[in-house]
């Protein structure tokens, strides 16, 4: 039996007549990292986000075996699936607390308890201790560290099977990203499968279990 969670086979993605993502191969083993690196302008943004459902996309998509291309982004967030953009696109005149239970709606919609959802939000401080801190915060008026912290956060609410991160480190300083990439690597512990696209090679390589070149 094959240990792929996510298996992404000759995928080609366009803008009108312009192929952003042509031919694209990649997998993602259970329990590992797997990071993706290239220039600007490489594809990468948009391969998660043809993944994710968010653009449309010719070729195959599996999830834990399942055909997923085609699915609408709220059915694969319910599969397992959560995506920290590249701008976290937060919630800003929303708190961290408001943010974060916004993060677990798909599974309180599903009929999880709010005990559960509290025990996912222990989780989450236990990694990112500052964002218990900053819970009355509007996340409008974090830093961009924290910010990142709390997109992180916010994903891992829905208690994924597969993260993809879309360029953590972006306008970060460099010890707040290795900060970042180390919370990851804790994740991958956990048994989290994760996607990491990365403009910052040596950062994305030396987190990674193994990566890809666009």
Known sequence: MSDALLEVADIHVAYGQVEAVRGVSITVQK????????????????LLGA?????PSKGEIRFAGERIDGRDTEALVRRGISLVPE??????????????????????????SRAALA?????VFALFPRLKERLPQLAGTMSGGERQMLAVGRALMGKPKLLL??????????LITRDILATISRLRESGLSVLLVEQNARA????????YVL
């Open 87 to 112: 701008k976290r696109e937060l919630f800003a005149d929303m708190t961290v607390q408001e943010n974060l239970e916004l993060g677990g709606f798909s599974r309180r919609r599903a009929g999880e």
């Open 119 to 123: 025990n996912t939000m222990e989780e």
């Open 165 to 174: 991160l879309d360029e953590p480190s972006l306008g970060l300083a460099p």
């Open 204 to 211: 994305a390589l030396q987190t990674a279990d193994y990566g």
């Open 51 to 55: 993944i994710m459902g968010l653009l």
């Open 31 to 46: 329990g590992k990292i797997a990071t993706v690196i290239g220039p600007n302008g490489a594809g990468k943004t948009t």
